[in-house]
């Protein structure tokens, strides 16, 4: 039986663990690995996210969505790059088209406490106060583990 050299996945799967935790760390750094990455795996699209991820959180949403716009264009239902699309397009100041990316991924996961919670930002920011209200207390409901706080939370808010 032929043995199979696992080594080069999972280096690999430590190099995007490692550019993941980076984004929040040091961003330039999260840069760095996602381009070495990419000279190995050239079409490698998570790592083309990080990418994109790394220059919004350097503060170059253009840059940004020169990565996730196209992305977004082959991944047009995947949740965790139509919520990159909206904070980078809110970032360039594109509020509508960043609402409506973020609309988007809550309808194909409208679990996805993250852009509920982006969309409600957006949607303050353009003024829509009671759709932002909505968002948000989705973006509440999303993200606890206990339901009965969100039913108490509605109910205060009722009276």
Request: proline share 4%.
């Amino acid at each position: 039986m032929k043995q199979v050299d696992s080594e080069p996945r999972a280096d690999l799967k430590s190099a995007m663990s490692h550019a993941v935790n980076l984004l929040q760390e040091d961003p330039l750094l999260a840069e760095e690995q996602a381009r070495e990455i990419l000279k190995t795996y050239p079409q490698m699209d998570a790592a083309r996210q990080i990418l994109g991820t790394a220059y919004r959180l350097q503060g170059n949403p253009l840059k940004a969505l020169s990565i996730i716009e196209p992305l977004a264009k082959r991944h047009a239902e995947t949740v965790g790059v139509l919520h990159e699309l909206g904070l980078c397009l809110g970032a360039a100041g594109r509020g509508a088209a960043a609402i409506d990316a973020l609309r988007r991924a809550v309808k194909a996961d409208p679990k996805h406490s993250g852009a509920w919670r982006t969309l409600g930002d957006q949607l303050n920011a353009a003024g829509d106060g009671d759709a932002a209200e909505q968002a948000y207390e989705q973006h509440l409901a999303a993200s606890t583990r206990h339901p009965e706080l969100v039913a108490a939370g509605l109910a205060l808010k009722e009276g």
